[in-house]
């Protein structure tokens, strides 16, 4: 919050409904490698939470990344969807 006060940033005007559906609403990231991606070098992230910390929550969320490639869950069984190893090459 101080980011927004020390930067002076404007708020975005309040929305109504489901801001999910809403096209004109900021969207959410498609998948954990993208918020990444954003959250990484984000300069309120660092100011927030200090550098280490942002760089312990991305190395964290990289190995998690990787696990979460390489396995596949209960419920991803149940969906009938099945891992298959990277082609080589």
Known sequence: MAHGSDETLTL????????????????????????LTYFEPSNAAQFLL?????????HAAR???VWSRQHVTAMERRRGIAWKPPAAG
């Open 12 to 35: 975005r005007p309040p929305r109504d409904g489901d801001t999910v559906q809403d096209r004109s609403s900021i969207p959410l990231y498609a998948d954990p490698t993208e918020a």
């Open 63 to 65: 190995a998690e990344l």
């Open 50 to 58: 200090g550098k280490n910390v942002v760089q312990h929550y991305a």
